[in-house]
């Protein structure tokens, strides 16, 4: 295979607009961008010189002014509580006993479980992240997030099943513009552990959704109710683990992006609303 020129390599390294480049022309003029791409490029490539000429003179991380910081490395659970103690592990207990209050699954035996749903069940997984304290800015906290491996579920799920609509920026745009201009009275909304408050539906069919925690997740679960989940412990290869019906759309799986949207733009046309099918 012949080497690649200088300017694809520096395209591919900073993975920005890859184009294919002429055989017999191997110098920028080959390289052709439209004037929007070229700002693009142009904004890119200042921001990045910017940052960089920060840094250089801070010479170090820390010294950079809290602006420029970014907290954004994730850890497993394992490595977070190796790398931060109690702390890591105080969030994870924190994060599996909403999930546990929320009902976002129940255990069960795996007896009752069919071979099919044994081989499909997901792997559970928690992440934490470090953060800004929005209160207090100066100091950091610890956030944990439990998620399916949904990865399982592509080789059974059609894509029509677990693809979500999604505004298009174009629409986001336009109606900005709308109301920009009319004066309109613009509100934004978040919704705090959205997909956990989707329900699944699993009437009329005989198909559950099965999820396993193993390890120091085990372990979370039955420090908060050791009643509920300690006659459900198997042992696999020598490790403690659980099996779960999950009730809730968990994040991480494919199709629990649809299960909310179906839900929240249904309970909005109760109430009236309708949608704009732009």
Same mark, same amino acid.
């Given at each position: 295979?012949?080497?690649?020129s200088y300017?694809? *390599?520096?395209e /591919?390294?900073? =993975?920005?607009?890859? $184009?294919?480049?002429s055989?017999?022309k191997?110098? @920028?003029? #080959?390289?052709?961008?439209n004037?929007?791409?070229?700002m693009?490029l142009?904004?890119?490539?200042?921001e990045?010189?910017r940052?960089?000429?920060?840094l250089?003179?801070?010479?170090?991380y820390?010294?950079?002014?809290?602006?420029?910081?970014s907290f954004?490395?994730?850890?497993t659970?394992?490595?977070?509580?190796k790398k931060?103690g109690?702390?890591?592990?105080d969030?994870?207990?924190?994060e599996m006993?909403?999930l546990?209050e929320?009902?976002a699954?129940e255990?069960?035996s795996i007896?009752?479980?069919?071979?099919?749903e044994?081989?499909?069940a997901m792997e559970s997984?928690?992440f934490l992240v470090?953060?800004?304290?929005i209160?207090?800015?100066d100091e950091?906290?610890? *956030?944990?997030? /439990?998620?399916? =491996?949904?990865s399982? $579920?592509r080789?059974?799920m059609?894509?029509?099943e @677990?693809? #979500?609509?999604?505004?298009?920026?174009?629409?986001?745009c336009?109606?900005s513009?709308?109301?920009?201009?009319e004066r309109r009275?613009?509100?934004?909304?978040?919704?705090p552990n959205a997909?956990?408050?989707?329900p699944?539906d699993y009437?009329?069919?005989?198909?559950?959704?099965i999820?396993k925690?193993?390890?120091v997740i085990?372990?979370?679960l039955?420090?908060?109710?050791?009643?509920?989940?300690?006659?459900?412990?198997?042992?696999e290869n020598?490790?403690?683990?659980?099996?779960l019906?999950?009730?809730?759309?968990?994040?991480?799986?494919l199709h629990?992006?649809?299960?909310f949207y179906?839900?929240?733009?249904?309970n909005l046309e109760?109430?009236?609303?309708?949608?704009?099918?732009?």
């Open positions: 295979m012949k080497e690649q300017l694809q *390599k520096l /591919q390294v900073h =993975n920005l607009i890859v $184009q294919s480049i055989k017999k191997n110098d @920028a003029t #080959s390289l052709k961008y004037k929007e791409q070229g693009v142009a904004i890119m490539i200042s990045i010189r940052r960089s000429a920060k250089s003179k801070a010479k170090r820390q010294d950079l002014p809290k602006s420029e910081k954004v490395q994730t850890y659970v394992l490595k977070g509580i931060f109690k702390k890591a592990l969030a994870s207990l924190k006993q909403q546990h929320r009902v699954f255990p069960i007896k009752n479980m069919t071979p099919q044994r081989k499909r997984l928690i470090e953060k800004r304290n209160e207090n800015p950091k906290e610890l *956030k944990a997030r /439990q998620c399916a =491996n949904g399982t $579920q080789a059974y059609s894509r029509e @677990a693809s #979500s609509p999604a505004s298009a920026t174009k629409s986001v336009i109606t513009t709308i109301d920009a201009k009275e613009v509100a934004t909304i978040d919704v997909f956990i408050r989707t699944l009437k009329g069919t005989d198909e559950r959704i999820m925690v193993r390890g085990v372990d979370l039955l420090m908060i109710d050791a009643e509920t989940y300690g006659n459900h412990i198997v042992y020598g490790r403690k683990v659980i099996y019906v999950v009730l809730k759309a968990l994040y991480g799986m629990s992006a649809l299960l179906n839900m929240f733009r249904s109760k109430q009236g609303f309708i949608c704009n099918p732009l």
